[in-house]
């Protein structure tokens, strides 16, 4: 009498194992970038969301005394002092973005000042903060941006209809807003 084996009890095959360890690591790589992609799109609606938090606090500000609009009186330090920047944005007491770079507040008119991004954001990054910035949800008293590299030798966008002549090197971002 012969006996004869079923080759199925015996297990998984290298051939079958290395497929499934294949498969399973494309899976993790597509959710891998989806959440890339979404913790992405979570800083710039959060950077976004904290600009707007210290324009309505300078408007806020402004209107309670006109003296901020003096440039003695209108600098980052002061602002701080004011509560004007979220708490969640201050490191030792100095303004963060949520890429650690340096955030400054100043004004040359009485009736604008400028919101500075003064260190290195990533390009992608930079260029989706503008375009939301100039999109829909565009606060009405932003009237120029300028990117590049301080001094923002990059091209201004006074009328803020083509942000994308801003975009070639958009490291460095200056928002400036009217007061009134």
């Known amino acids: 009498m012969r006996r004869t084996t079923n080759h199925s009890l015996h297990g998984f095959t290298l051939m079958e194992i290395i ?9 993790l790589g597509g ?25 309505q606090n300078v408007k806020s500000l ?4 006109h003296e901020i609009s003096s440039p003695g009186n209108f600098n ?6 004011a509560g004007v920047f979220p708490e969640e944005m201050l490191k030792a007491g ?8 340096n955030v400054t507040l100043s004004t040359r008119v009485s009736n604008a000042f ?3 991004y003064t260190g290195p954001i990533p390009n992608l990054e930079c260029r989706n903060l503008v375009g939301k910035a100039v999109g829909t949800e565009r606060d009405p008293y932003l009237n120029k941006i300028e990117t590049g ?12 209809s083509a942000a994308n002549t801003l975009l070639d090197n958009c490291s460095y971002i200056k928002f400036t807003f009217r007061l009134k």
Do not use: C, H
């Open 114 to 116: 400028t919101l500075s």
């Open 19 to 27: 497929i499934v360890i294949g498969i399973i690591g494309f899976l």
């Open 31 to 55: 959710v891998w970038m989806a959440t890339a992609s979404i913790r992405e799109q979570q800083r710039i609606n959060k950077a976004f969301s904290n600009i707007m938090i210290i324009v």
């Open 76 to 81: 980052t330090t002061n602002m701080v002092t």
């Open 149 to 160: 590299a301080p001094p923002f030798t990059g091209s201004a966008l006074d009328t803020l």
């Open 94 to 101: 100095v303004p963060k973005s949520l890429w650690d770079t």
């Open 62 to 65: 402004y209107a309670r005394t």
